[in-house]
């Protein structure tokens, strides 16, 4: 079963909100990392469910000493045409330089929930800021400022007809391609972000998001990039 988090006044801990489109309930964190990795795994498509602090996994130590650990985030997804794609993936969220000083204690605990995963079909991962705060969290924390607007301008469909025409473009080609004027290439950009955020275009979000980056009328492919 899982776990319930407690309130700490001494590390950053609250609740991630999903966006109305997402099938499962806000999600609590303990650590402004955890945050983070939630938000990230919440922009993927196909994720289906997000639980904090899932189960408690019963273990023996080296000694034959009962032991317990308890995961931080469990994230479940939708069935996938990818046949490498887990089921589920099981997390232990930790600084890197928190992580090394307890690694001794931390250690056997890990193996235990890599060993309950894969009987489950699951995998199991340890993320640290090296693999959460990366370029794709910057770019989603930029978008879902854009995520609820919405898309009611004529701009919708210029963008899509250009995209249909010439399938791929950087976006300043395409504001370029859909505007006439400078008032107009900030609503046409406004749309364009829009888009993006609400999954009608898709770009590399693995790479900072600029001008120069490259966008797409939205394909499923491309989806399954996120580090995970």
């Given at each position: 079963m899982s776990r319930a988090i407690k309130a700490n006044h001494l590390t950053v801990t609250g609740v991630v909100q999903n966006p109305a489109f997402r099938v499962t309930k806000g999600v609590p964190f303990e650590s402004s990392l955890e945050r983070d990795l939630i938000i990230m795994a919440q922009w993927h498509h196909g994720v289906k469910r997000i639980t904090a602090q899932?189960?408690?996994?019963?273990?023996?130590?080296?000694?034959?000493?009962?032991r317990v650990y308890t995961p931080d985030?469990?994230?479940?997804?939708?069935?996938?045409?990818?046949?490498?794609?887990?089921?589920?993936v099981l997390y232990e969220v930790k600084y890197r330089k928190d992580l090394w000083a307890d690694w001794k204690r931390l250690r056997p605990k890990l193996s235990a929930a890599r060993?309950?995963?894969?009987?489950?079909?699951?995998?199991?991962?340890?993320?640290?800021?090296?693999?959460?705060?990366?370029?794709y969290l910057d770019n989603i924390m930029w978008l879902r400022g854009y995520r609820d607007n919405h898309l009611q301008s004529p701009a919708v469909a210029m963008i899509e007809q250009f995209?249909?025409?010439i399938?791929?473009?950087?976006?300043?080609?395409?504001?370029?391609a859909c505007s006439r004027?400078?008032?107009?290439?900030?609503?046409?950009?406004?749309?364009?972000?829009?888009?993006?955020?609400?999954?009608?275009?898709g770009t590399d979000l693995?790479?900072?998001?600029?001008?120069?980056?490259?966008?797409?009328?939205?394909?499923?492919?491309?989806?399954?990039?996120?580090p995970r």
């Amino acid at each position: 079963m899982s776990r319930a988090i407690k309130a700490n006044h001494l590390t950053v801990t609250g609740v991630v909100q999903n966006p109305a489109f997402r099938v499962t309930k806000g999600v609590p964190f303990e650590s402004s990392l955890e945050r983070d990795l939630i938000i990230m795994a919440q922009w993927h498509h196909g994720v289906k469910r997000i639980t904090a602090q899932p189960v408690t996994i019963e273990f023996k130590d080296k000694l034959g000493k009962d032991r317990v650990y308890t995961p931080d985030l469990l994230v479940e997804y939708c069935p996938q045409p990818d046949p490498s794609w887990p089921q589920a993936v099981l997390y232990e969220v930790k600084y890197r330089k928190d992580l090394w000083a307890d690694w001794k204690r931390l250690r056997p605990k890990l193996s235990a929930a890599r060993k309950w995963a894969h009987e489950r079909g699951w995998h199991f991962k340890i993320m640290t800021e090296v693999e959460i705060r990366i370029p794709y969290l910057d770019n989603i924390m930029w978008l879902r400022g854009y995520r609820d607007n919405h898309l009611q301008s004529p701009a919708v469909a210029m963008i899509e007809q250009f995209l249909k025409v010439i399938e791929e473009a950087d976006i300043e080609t395409v504001i370029a391609a859909c505007s006439r004027d400078e008032k107009t290439k900030a609503i046409v950009l406004g749309v364009l972000w829009t888009m993006l955020a609400q999954g009608y275009l898709g770009t590399d979000l693995l790479e900072p998001l600029r001008m120069d980056s490259t966008v797409w009328l939205r394909r499923p492919e491309y989806d399954r990039k996120w580090p995970r």
